[in-house]
Structure formats: C-alpha cells, structure tokens
C-alpha cells in the first residue's frame, strides 16, 4: 500500500508564497516521475509541474517563472514553492508519484487527497 500526504495549502493574497509538501510512503522500490497537479470548481484537472527521479522539471506555461517543483529522493517527498501567486491559482492541488513497488514491476500512479489553496485579489 503506498501513501501520499501533501501539507501546506491555506489562504493567501495575490502576490503572496506558497510552499507545497508531498510525502510517500509505503510498499516503495522506487519513484520514478512526481508531479503537482490542480482542479479549480468547474475545471478539469491539469498538471502543474513534474520532476523526473533524476531531477529534470516541467512546467505548465501558466505557472513558469513563478512556481518551483523539486524533490528529495532520499525523504520520498516532492515540493512546489508557489510565489507571485494570482487569484487564478486558486485550486485543489494533488500530488502524484509514479511508484515501482518491486524490481522489475510496473510502476503505478498514486494521489494525494489534495490540499487547497485560495488567493485572494
């Protein structure tokens, strides 16, 4: 069984910071690509940012130049620092991992139950 916790959402005003937390936990051989994915009320849910295991980012063209994504192997966790954020930031964010549970398996997607996050204008 493996496990994702994210903590570090809350309310902020336009322009203020935001510092995301993920940590995994459980039956784990290894994390392959995490992400940062986001759901506003009548959207769908899109990707934020990723990180491959050796390091490598993506972005969303929406976030580039404001948000951070980074990870710690050794801790299994993955971080999002969010600055200059906007009102239309506004959204649930879901962290997710690519996890091999044994050698050679197949790696599978786990989610977080999601961490809101509001800015206010």
């Known amino acids: 069984q493996v496990q994702l916790v994210e903590s570090g959402g809350g309310l902020v005003q336009a322009g203020g910071s935001l510092r995301l937390s993920c940590a995994v936990s459980?039956?784990?051989?290894?994390?392959?690509?995490m992400a940062w994915y986001r759901q506003a009320p009548g959207k769908q849910r899109e990707l934020v940012a990723s990180?491959?295991?050796?390091?490598?980012?993506n972005y969303a063209d929406s976030v580039r130049e404001r948000f951070t994504i980074s990870r710690d192997n050794a801790k299994k966790t993955v971080h999002l620092q969010m600055n200059s954020l906007k009102p239309d930031d506004t959204a649930v964010y879901y962290c997710?991992?690519?996890?091999?549970?044994?050698?050679?398996?197949?790696?599978?997607?786990?989610w977080g139950q999601g961490t809101q996050v509001v800015v206010s204008s």
């Open positions: 997710n991992a690519a996890v091999q549970d044994e050698m050679l398996g197949p790696s599978y997607a786990y």
């Open positions: 459980g039956s784990i051989f290894s994390i392959n690509t």
């Open positions: 990180i491959t295991s050796g390091g490598l980012p």
